[in-house]
């Protein structure tokens, strides 16, 4: 059985960094060929891919979040990490962490190829 937690602050200032952590039980980060993923769903809208971090650390990130976003893993927890800086009331979303089979090209959003997926962490900006 492999289980997914997020983790971390429910509400964030405007202009701060969201920070969060996904600890992964049941599975290793670091083994092949499996993607860790950041995902969120704002609320009334669809999910929206944020980034991965695959088993040998590399990261990717959609165009939508490059610019603001950070990716970490720490191997000697099992735990992977979101940043997101600059945030905005916008970034209010449930916040999800979820892996991904195998890499599918440069398609992340097939949702049905995340095998396993956190329960979701509620995060609101406001001040």
């Known amino acids: 059985q492999v289980q997914l937690q997020e983790s971390g602050p429910g509400l964030v200032k405007p202009s701060q960094t969201l920070s969060l952590t996904c600890t992964v039980s049941?599975?290793?980060?670091?083994?092949?060929?499996?993607?860790w993923s950041w995902i969120r769903q704002p609320p009334g809208k669809g999910r929206e891919w944020m980034g991965a971090?695959?088993?040998?650390?590399?990261?990717y990130y959609s165009p939508s979040f490059k610019s603001r976003t950070s990716i970490s893993r720490y191997t000697s927890k099992n735990q992977f990490t979101l940043q997101l800086n600059s945030v905005t009331p916008d970034d209010t979303a449930v916040y999800y962490c979820?892996?991904?089979?195998?890499?599918?090209?440069?398609?992340?959003?097939?949702?049905?190829?995340?095998?396993?997926w956190g329960q979701g962490t509620q995060v609101t900006v406001s001040s």
């Open positions: 049941g599975s290793s980060i670091t083994t092949y060929p499996y993607y």
């Open positions: 979820a892996r991904l089979l195998r890499r599918y090209g440069n398609i992340w959003s097939d949702w049905e190829k995340y095998d396993y």
């Open positions: 971090i695959d088993y040998m650390g590399s990261t």
